[in-house]
């Protein structure tokens, strides 16, 4: 009971060093489930929000973020390119993508049900005009 005390005092005592080395406004890093339901904004207008994110098994990487447009004209889900993104609001949750609500309206659906193969993605490269290699 004796040796409890000193490896909780250094316990908290490591947790205070990282929450002062911590900056709530860091924009490198964020988990994804922090970012799921962002809101995302068009150069024109909101359109949906975050509903998942599909990653690379081979290095982590994000390939795609599902957007719900469910609530924004009878939507659907799709997919948007990471590179899309221009910034993340993280006070406002917003995620700000380059492009117009009309390209993401009209971009094929997804289902999570759908293996996202060679023939979706040439759907989807064609349809935001992306050239193979430039995600």
Not at 36 to 63: C, K, M, N, P
Not at 91 to 104: A, E, P, T
Not at 108 to 133: L, M, N
């Amino acid at each position: 009971m004796g040796g409890a005390m000193p490896n909780v005092a250094r316990a908290e005592r490591q947790k205070d060093l990282i929450d002062d080395q911590c900056d709530p406004d860091d924009v490198h890093l964020r988990s994804v489930a922090a970012v799921t339901g962002y809101y995302i904004h068009a150069s024109d207008g909101e359109i949906g929000h975050v509903e998942d994110f599909l990653i690379e098994d081979a290095d982590w990487s994000v390939r795609y973020l599902v957007i719900d447009t469910k609530n924004w004209w009878f939507g659907k889900s799709v997919l948007i390119s990471p590179n899309s993104v221009k910034t993340i609001d993280w006070g406002s949750q917003l995620v700000n993508v380059d492009m117009v609500r009309q390209k993401i309206k009209d971009a094929p659906e997804y289902d999570s049900s759908t293996t996202v193969d060679q023939a979706y993605e040439e759907k989807f490269e064609a349809h935001y005009g992306i050239k193979r290699g430039d995600r």
